[in-house]
């Protein structure tokens, strides 16, 4: 039982940063192809929201641990 909520934990933990990450960068990327002038600030924000995201994902690597060996 601890072996798959383990896995829910984590699958369902992924699946939020990854679809917000691509999302992020399809929006960042079309930002930049409309106006490259403002790669640095566009590039910026987009690394950043990046790392907001892909904590998340820790955060649920976390817990899915914790379920493990508690």
Do not use: C, H, W
């Not at 990854?18 to 566009?42: D, F, H, M, T, Y």
Request: net charge positive; no cysteine; charged share 10%.
């Amino acid at each position: 039982m601890k072996d798959l909520a383990m896995g829910l934990a984590m699958g369902l933990g992924a699946i939020g940063p990854g679809i917000g990450i691509g999302l992020l960068v399809a929006a960042g990327l079309q930002a930049i192809g409309r106006n490259p002038e403002a790669l640095s600030k566009i590039q910026t924000n987009m690394i950043l929201g990046m790392a907001f995201a892909e904590a998340i994902a820790i955060y649920a690597l976390v817990v899915a641990l914790i379920v493990k060996f508690v």
